[in-house]
């Protein structure tokens, strides 16, 4: 299931991430060494998933999962597998219109807008006394 996941372009990280170990921890299970069941179980969960995503809505699971999901927030369809809501990340998989998709997010986090805002960026008051953004120095 590890190799799958490395043949689907998943970077190590995120799947250790995903799975709530550590990178030297999947290492050793890739050189042969025991896993518990419980991480075989979410290893099975994700394989799963990612098939699952994959066979039905999404032709490249890997990027689409790293994709924030709106511009200047840095919450990513990832982030909820992390959370355990692969139901939520289905539910995105296969919606297309804005304010479903937001409704998505908020049952995640009701303050997803302010909480995860990337910090590569800034607002400011422009000269014409609009606020705007731009990449933070």
């Known amino acids: 299931m590890l190799d799958e996941l490395s043949e689907h372009g998943f970077a190590w990280r995120d799947v250790a991430r995903m799975m709530g170990v550590t990178v030297p921890a999947l290492q050793k299970w890739r050189r042969g ?3 518990a069941a419980d991480n075989r179980a979410k290893l099975a969960r994700i394989a799963g998933l990612i098939e ?3 066979s039905r809505f999404v032709s490249e699971p890997a990027s689409w999962l790293e994709m924030q999901v709106e511009p200047g927030v840095a919450l990513t369809p990832l982030d909820l597998i992390v959370a355990g809501r692969d139901d939520l990340v289905l ?3 296969t919606e ?3 304010a ?3 409704a998505i997010y908020s049952e995640y986090n009701a303050h997803w807008r302010s909480e ?3 910090a ?3 607002s400011f008051a422009a000269a014409d006394g609009m606020m705007s953004i731009r990449p933070r120095r």
């Open 91 to 93: 539910e995105l998989a």
């Open 120 to 122: 590569a960026f800034e």
């Open 116 to 118: 995860y805002v990337d």
């Open 100 to 102: 479903a998709r937001e």
């Open 52 to 54: 699952m995503l994959e």
């Open 33 to 35: 060494e025991g896993m």
């Open 96 to 98: 297309s219109d804005t």
